[in-house]
């Protein structure tokens, strides 16, 4: 498990936001969620890439939330 594991969480599904903050399942590495439609099966990870490598998100320890027009972080300590 991700958890267990220390990985990073690349999701579709809304529900990790309650399951981290009203459920206390927090895990270091932290926790991407997609806001998306339409997209070929690798483009998340490919977008995320692309956002480490110039430094433009840090994602241990924070639930972020990529959308087609923003991206919001929230830490998860």
Known sequence: ???????????FDRD???LVFKLDLKP???IVYFR???FQPEDP????????SKG???LTEYFT???KENIRQRIIK
């Open 1 to 11: 498990m991700s958890l267990n594991e220390n990985r990073t969480i690349l999701t």
């Open 16 to 18: 990790f936001g309650e």
């Open 28 to 30: 270091k590495a932290g």
């Open 36 to 38: 998306w439609e339409g």
């Open 45 to 52: 990870g490919n977008f995320v890439l692309d956002l480490l």
């Open 56 to 58: 433009i998100v840090e």
């Open 65 to 67: 939330v990529i959308g």
